[in-house]
């Protein structure tokens, strides 16, 4: 699910939520380790990953924009464990010519 609104002409904020549910697990690394969830046969396996996140941006002009976000994400692994520090800050600067 994902929703855009503008504040002002030029500001606008942005929301997306997404949740993945797998029965019997799956390894999921969402912003996790790689080599730790995807990559290693042995590794923990998510049921449950899901994602919030949040973001501004700001439209210079029609080929300008800044745009940072910061993502909140959560995982519940087969074993029970909760994966809750793998949170994302992320900037851009995107230019179309």
């Given at each position: 699910m994902e929703g855009i609104g503008n504040i002002t002409r030029k500001?606008?904020?942005?929301?997306?939520f997404s949740e993945i549910f797998v029965h019997n697990g799956y390894p999921l690394p969402g912003n996790g380790d790689m080599g730790?969830?995807?990559f290693n046969p042995f590794g923990p396996q998510?049921?449950?990953?899901w994602r919030l996140s949040l973001g501004l941006g700001y439209r210079f002009?029609?080929?300008?924009?800044?745009k940072a976000e910061y993502s909140?994400?959560?995982?519940?692994?087969?074993?029970?464990a909760t994966r809750d520090?793998?949170?994302f800050f992320g900037a851009e600067a995107a230019f179309a010519f």
């Open positions: 500001l606008y904020a942005a929301a997306r730790q969830y995807f998510a049921e449950v990953l002009s029609k080929n300008l924009v800044l909140f994400e959560q995982a519940k692994e087969v074993s029970g520090d793998v949170n």
